[in-house]
């Protein structure tokens, strides 16, 4: 009889979860998965534990190699969490009260600076001993 998971709690484990769901659609195995991605199996599998939370440069990547948009599977996650007020609400406090509409964040994705946030416009001048 196969090993039932447990309801997950935390907004990291919805995450592991959602992703897991996507890799089981596409009959993935987590050691497939983990070679494909470039992340180690054990790093892999307590992500998808939710004891260590997937960054968002591991999400676009594993969505790529799930064919999913990786918004899917944070929206998945948002939704089985109980959606973004919930989400707010645990990280600021637990009461839900303060939480407006206006908190809503957008997942944007990978956004690259422009190369002018990474010009150094101050003159060069030599250490001083």
Do not use: C, W
């Not at 180690?40 to 999913?68: C, D, H, N, Y």
Request: hydrophobic share 35%; net charge negative.
């Amino acid at each position: 009889m196969p090993k039932k998971r447990k309801a997950p709690e935390t907004f990291d484990e919805h995450v592991g979860a959602a992703v897991d769901a996507q890799r089981e659609k596409r009959r993935m195995t987590q050691d497939e998965l983990a070679v494909k991605t470039g992340v180690r199996l054990t790093s892999l599998g307590r992500r998808l534990a939710g004891k260590i939370p997937f960054t968002v440069g591991e999400i676009e990547i594993i969505a790529s190699v799930l064919t999913v948009k990786a918004h899917t599977i944070v929206e998945a996650a948002l939704e089985d969490y109980g959606g973004i007020e919930k989400l707010l609400a645990t990280a600021v406090s637990e009461d839900a009260s303060n939480v407006t509409p206006d908190d809503n964040v957008t997942y944007l994705g990978h956004v690259t600076p422009p190369y002018s946030a990474a010009a150094d416009e101050k003159p060069r001048v030599d250490p001083k001993d």
